[in-house]
């Protein structure tokens, strides 16, 4: 069982179509983190979440911190094909350890 | 200039041979990691060393020995190579070991075929 489930593992939409990915979890984050990765390359980071309630876009991409600070979710506006890749989201439970969820893998399709 | 540079980009071997992947970051941090990333996707930190201390030693093989010779390099030594070594390695830096209150930036990855 991994400390933070991303649903749904993949996503296939066309292009100006809307979604949204979870990232849940029955631990207490102080931050979540969401990352993007892109085949062939390092993940890299969109956006971190500190607060409860949260909210915040970039973009055409809504980040929100659920109010517990024990989930979050991406909704990306009008996707376009250069959304397609895999999005992570990450926290530190404790001693300074990153961890990752599973991962959504995003096809957004012309 | 890329920020955290890792080589090889790809490598074959064979089972039982010793191989060696190399890291260096140019953005002036303290702290370096390396991750395994399975063929399902999932990305999980092996180590992290900060200013060549090493803080984070999960449970991972003893094959698998990491060096830092400076605080800009971090290198991943492995030893006997098995099939279930095949993966993408990352390699990331931080300006801190803050986990997730500090951004990491990830190399491009090296993806090890063991056959």
């Known amino acids: 069982t991994q400390l933070l489930e991303q649903s749904p593992q993949f996503l296939s939409i066309q292009e100006g179509e809307n979604l949204t990915v979870y990232c849940n979890s029955s631990?207490?984050?102080?931050?979540l983190q969401w990352y993007r990765q892109e085949p062939g390359e390092g993940p890299v980071l969109l956006v971190t979440v500190v607060t409860g309630g949260e909210v915040k876009k970039l973009k055409r991409l809504t980040f929100q911190f659920g109010d517990a600070r024990k989930d979050s979710s991406l909704h990306i506006t009008a996707a376009q094909t250069g959304d397609t890749g895999l999005y992570l989201c990450?926290?530190?439970?404790?001693?300074?350890?990153?961890?990752f969820g599973g991962g959504t893998r995003v096809l957004v399709k012309p | 200039d890329t920020a955290v540079s890792q080589t090889p980009k790809y490598l074959v071997t064979q089972m039982g041979n010793d191989k060696s992947i190399k890291c260096e970051q140019n953005l002036g941090h303290d702290t370096m990691y390396w991750y395994k990333q399975d063929s399902k996707k999932f990305l999980k930190i092996m180590f992290s060393y900060n200013n060549k201390e090493l803080i984070i030693n999960e449970t991972v093989p003893n094959r698998f020995s990491p060096k830092s010779p400076d605080k800009a390099h971090l290198n991943l030594h492995i030893n006997s190579l098995e099939l279930g070594d095949s993966a993408v390695y990352f390699c990331?830096?931080?300006?801190?070991?803050?986990?997730?209150?500090?951004?990491?930036?990830f190399g491009p990855g090296t993806r090890l075929t063991v056959l």
């Open positions: 990450a926290g530190e439970p404790a001693g300074n350890k990153l961890t």
């Open positions: 631990s207490v984050f102080s931050s």
């Open positions: 990331a830096s931080s300006p801190s070991p803050a986990g997730g209150e500090d951004t990491q930036y």
